[in-house]
């Protein structure tokens, strides 16, 4: 099945620095890509998607870009903020069923 | 519109018991599925139901199961609980027709002693 390795593992930046998360995937099959933030005693929220016919998506200070050769897919976040702070997961799936999700990133930004 | 109601938030059980959790999605949304969130193992799926069939089954044994009703609201059980059951359970729902993307509910907090 699809594994999905997420680097780093804890992330702390200052506020107004750029945050930048990996993810590998293992399934080449897998063509559909979202990234979640969690916020504590909250459910994930999607914040961007991609999917494998595109190689990069920006949405204001969010962009995710994606390399199928590589297997690898990684969120950017610009002009970090204090409420940027929280858990950030990726996942991969195939047509949007099952997603297989990293571990997860803990993002600390300070002021 | 309303989010992902998921119910209750939390709920304590005893090694053996059974429990049932609820969800009600997006109005609209026809797919369902189900997460377990552990700090060990993270966010792993469970299964998903589309017009009241279950499409896809997670990893997990036959004690987990789940249902979908006409309403597309949605219902999981854990028979005979244990211990490593205690977890956060995440429902999300999408549409699955204009795009993939899941909304997740707040999660039920399940803890078995």
């Known amino acids: 099945g699809e594994n999905v390795e997420q680097h780093p593992s804890t992330l702390s930046v200052q506020e107004g620095d750029s945050a930048v998360i990996k993810c590998t995937y293992s399934?080449?099959?897998?063509?559909?890509f979202p990234w979640y933030k969690q916020e504590l005693g909250k459910g994930p929220q999607l914040i961007i998607d991609?999917?494998?016919?595109?190689g990069e998506k920006k949405d204001q200070r969010i962009a995710v870009t994606l390399n199928k050769t590589a297997k690898h897919f990684s969120l950017h976040i610009t002009e970090t903020q204090p409420e940027d702070s929280a858990v950030y997961f990726c996942?991969?799936?195939?047509?949007?069923?099952?997603?297989?999700f990293g571990k997860g990133t803990s993002l600390l930004v300070t002021p | 519109k309303a989010g992902v109601t998921q119910t209750p938030r939390y709920l304590i059980k005893t090694r053996g018991q059974q429990v049932t959790l609820s969800c009600s999605p997006i109005s609209g949304h026809r797919s369902v599925s189900w997460y377990q969130q552990t700090p060990g193992q993270g966010l792993q799926f469970l299964f998903e139901y589309f017009s009241e069939t279950q499409r896809n089954k997670g990893n997990f044994p036959g004690r987990f199961s789940g249902r979908q009703f006409s309403n597309s609201r949605s219902e999981m059980n854990v028979s005979t609980l244990e211990l490593g059951d205690s977890a956060l359970y995440l429902c999300?729902?999408?549409?699955?027709?204009?795009?993939?993307?899941?909304?997740f509910g707040s999660g039920t907090r399940l803890t078995v002693v």
């Open positions: 996942a991969a799936t195939y047509s949007g069923y099952a997603l297989n």
């Open positions: 999300a729902s999408s549409d699955r027709t204009e795009s993939y993307g899941y909304t």
């Open positions: 399934d080449s099959a897998s063509n559909y």
């Open positions: 991609i999917r494998s016919n595109v």
